[in-house]
């Protein structure tokens, strides 16, 4: 168990809807970073959070969006969904500002777009 | 831009055999780090070992090891005596230094056969 909570573990949804992806970082970790993993593209960093600030920008849609509380939960939104997201999406956390700091990875959130 | 390669797709091997997983890397910075993450059917991604550029020495950790060499820009990862257990997806990742996201490659399959 990395610490990571990541809900709901699946998620079956229809094109045009939107969903919110929630991921709970290990206590103590500022950190959280989002990841899609898809058949097609791999694993693919969408964007970092840093004690609530946006820190980095990956490949992530403009139909996405995320957010850090200040309980340092974070939020993964996606609206206008297309069956291509369709995708398993990880939360990772860590203490430090950068990747190069071990990660600790959820186990992620299955989405189905049908 | 920075790229991971693992060319391997899928592996299989008898139960007991030692197995070589290849992972080559792109990346013009001189610091940097990598990384290998283990992936098994239960979903999460589960943190292996992280390498400076800094440092080439190999490192054994019980029945693993890994092979760092910058000349060839490559860090490969040995399972010695392979058990069932090992079955997974094997994923090699790169980080440069001040780059917040982590660039994965496409990750080799293992199959333990018993």
């Known amino acids: 168990d990395s610490g990571v909570t990541q809900t709901p573990k699946h998620l079956i949804t229809a094109t045009g809807q939107r969903v919110t992806l929630r991921c709970s970082p290990r206590s103590g970790d500022l950190s959280v970073y989002w990841y899609q993993q898809s058949l097609d593209q791999g694993l693919q960093f969408l964007i970092h959070?840093?004690?609530?600030?946006?820190?980095a920008k990956g490949n992530i849609l403009e139909r996405f969006s995320a957010q850090q509380f200040p309980d340092l939960h974070s939020e993964l939104n996606l609206s206008s969904l297309e069956l291509g997201d369709s995708a398993l999406y990880f939360c990772a956390s860590s203490v430090a500002t950068r990747e190069d700091e071990k990660l600790f990875f959820g186990s992620g959130t299955q989405l189905s777009v049908l | 831009a920075q790229k991971v390669t693992q060319a391997q797709t899928e592996i299989s091997v008898v139960e007991k055999e030692d197995v070589t997983l290849d992972c080559v890397y792109e990346?013009?910075?001189?610091?940097?780090?990598l990384f290998w993450y283990k992936q098994p059917p239960s979903g999460e991604l589960v943190f292996l070992i992280r390498?400076?550029?800094?440092?080439?020495q190999n490192e054994i950790s019980g029945r693993y090891s890994w092979n760092f060499q910058k000349s060839t820009s490559s860090f490969n990862f040995t399972i010695t005596a392979s058990q069932v257990v090992d079955s997974a997806v094997y994923f090699c990742?790169?980080?440069?230094?001040?780059?917040?996201?982590?660039?994965f490659g496409t990750g080799t399959r293992l199959t333990i056969i018993p």
């Open positions: 990742a790169l980080a440069n230094f001040g780059n917040e996201k982590l660039t």
């Open positions: 390498r400076n550029s800094f440092d080439e």
């Open positions: 990346t013009r910075d001189t610091t940097y780090y």
């Open positions: 959070y840093y004690n609530g600030e946006e820190r």
